[in-house]
Nanobody, 126 residues
Framework: QVQLVESGGGLVQAGASLRLSCAAS????????MAWFRQAPGKEREFVAT????????NYADSVKGRFTIPRDNAKSSVYLQMNSLKPEDTAVYYC???????????????????WGQGTQVTVSS
């Protein structure tokens, strides 16, 4: 089973950009559909973006569409979250998640993902 480690979080001002990274262990990274979720204090964990194993398909939450992108590099067993035009409401702990490619991609429910990273904090000041 793949293991995930996120990095790249931090404190930025509104309007800034930040790039999160998620490094996966194992040799079959392309067999996993990947996603990013986030959880703000006192709120449930919510879907942010997902990408298919090949990288051909992506899906975004309406709240981040046009500002965030989710590229992946299968050769480096990594997926990223490029966040532009950050807003204070983007403040949250961001989690990387994986699900087997064979089960289909595009899921926005956290229950569809069986592997999670430890999370990385993103704080956007106004």
């Amino acid at each position: 089973q793949v293991q995930l480690v996120e990095s790249g979080g931090g404190l930025v001002q509104a309007g800034a950009s930040l790039r999160l990274s998620c490094a996966a262990s194992g040799r079959t990274f392309s067999s996993y559909n990947m996603a990013w979720f986030r959880q703000a204090p006192g709120k449930e964990r919510e879907f942010v973006a997902t990408i298919s194993g090949s990288g051909a398909g992506t899906n975004y939450a309406d709240s981040v569409k046009g500002r965030f992108t989710i590229p992946r590099d299968n050769a480096k067993s990594s997926v990223y979250l490029q966040m532009n035009s950050l807003k204070p409401e983007d403040t949250a702990v961001y989690y990387c998640a994986a699900k087997a490619r064979i089960t289909g991609w595009g899921d926005t429910s956290r229950t569809a993902y069986g592997v999670w990273g430890q999370g990385t904090q993103v704080t956007v000041s106004s």
